[in-house]
Nanobody, 129 residues
């Protein structure tokens, strides 16, 4: 069984920063998993924000995240982070951590929510103007 728990969400002002964390509990090595962050707002589909490969060498960012967000992983702590800078109200959403046991191209394997099996419960991020 794989369990993911996010933390770090909150209410901030436009232009502020937040760092989300996701701790993974699993019988497999954490380094076997590609990790990602998705977000969702009411009435919309869950969208990929950022992802990192099992090795940490490959990363994916959505167009809205490029230049502002940074994903990283710390295998010793079984944790993946999402550093979010220069936040704006359009970033308001529930942010979900995702894990997939896959060594493939992170751009292909971590951008479709329907193919992700393991999810955290989500953490709310609200950005006020």
């Amino acid at each position: 069984q794989v369990q993911l728990v996010e933390s770090g969400g909150g209410v901030v002002q436009a232009g502020d920063s937040l760092r989300l964390s996701c701790v993974v509990s699993s019988g497999r090595d954490f380094s076997d998993y590609a990790m990602g962050w998705f977000r969702q707002t009411p009435g919309k589909e869950r969208e990929a924000v950022a992802a990192v490969s099992w090795s940490g060498r490959e990363k994916y960012y959505s167009d809205s995240a490029k230049g502002r967000f940074a994903i990283s992983r710390e295998d010793a702590k079984k944790t993946v982070y999402l550093q979010m800078n220069n936040l704006n109200p359009e970033d308001t959403a529930i942010y979900f951590c995702a894990a997939k046991f896959n060594y493939g191209d992170v751009h292909l394997i971590m951008t479709d929510a329907d193919t992700i099996r393991y999810w955290g419960p989500g953490t709310q991020v609200t950005v006020q103007s």
